[in-house]
């Protein structure tokens, strides 16, 4: 079973400034299985990146995915305040799972 | 608009089961799989299971092998997902997620949990 590590645990950063979230997994990963979420409190969480870099439809530019076999990065260019949320990656190899989300909360 | 209503919060004792509900609107409900997707307080997300609208094939995460059945009913575009066995540790929130995935051939296509429920709080207690 892959397992995904998600770094830092928490990141705090002020708006406009760029946040970099690290998704690590435990055996290689095909880029096509790769997915981003982000969650806010109380809420389901939302789509943002599939296949590792494509954006999903309705997700604003400033979001971006990139990586490969066991390393994955999502960037957010210039932090908007309603973008202060939890970021989970997601992978499906043989199984699904999800890392354990890095929180990325205002400065 | 697209999107996936699921049923009322539960709270169940011990040893029983519960059966959670998502109604699918606004999109072919067989072109699509389901998943579902659970949330203990303060936690992660947990993968469970996954149904093929269209033809009813489902897949189950280890961690629940025995315990959790999902099943579809294409005339209410419905998905069901029901947990047995109950314990204190089930309870969170659960969720029921589209996913625009297939196979051809050889290749399998995945292309995320686009569509989500609003979740359903599922309480177990004595």
């Known amino acids: 079973e892959i397992v995904l590590t998600q770094s830092p645990g928490t990141l705090s950063l002020s708006p406009g400034e760029r946040a970099t979230l690290s998704c690590r997994a435990s055996q290689s990963v095909s880029s096509s299985y790769l997915a981003w979420y982000q969650q806010k409190p109380g809420q389901a969480p939302r789509l943002l990146i599939y296949g590792a870099s494509s954006r999903a439809t309705g997700i604003p530019d400033r979001f971006s995915g990139s990586g490969s076999g066991t390393d994955f990065t999502l960037t957010i260019s210039r932090l908007e305040p309603e973008d202060f949320a939890v970021y989970y990656c997601?992978?499906?190899?043989?199984?699904?799972?999800f890392g354990q989300g890095t929180k990325v909360e205002i400065k | 608009q697209v999107q996936l209503v699921q049923s009322g919060a539960e709270v169940k004792k011990p040893g029983a089961s519960v059966k959670v509900s998502c109604k699918a609107s606004?999109?072919?409900?067989?072109?699509?799989?389901m998943h579902w997707v659970r949330q203990a307080p303060g936690q992660s997300l947990e993968w469970m299971g996954w149904?093929?609208?269209?033809?009813?094939?489902?897949k189950y995460s280890q961690n629940f092998q025995g315990r959790v059945t999902i099943t579809r009913d294409t005339s209410a575009s419905t998905a069901y997902m029901e947990l047995s066995s109950l314990r204190s540790e089930d309870t969170a929130v659960y969720y029921c997620?589209?996913?625009?995935?297939?196979?051809?051939?050889?290749?399998?296509?995945?292309?995320?949990?686009?569509?989500w429920g609003q979740g359903t709080t599922v309480t177990v207690s004595s």
């Open positions: 149904i093929n609208a269209g033809n009813g094939n489902t």
């Open positions: 997601q992978q499906y190899g043989s199984s699904l799972a």
């Open positions: 997620a589209r996913a625009d995935q297939y196979q051809l051939l050889t290749h399998f296509y995945y292309y995320g949990m686009d569509v």
């Open positions: 606004g999109y072919t409900f067989t072109s699509y799989a």
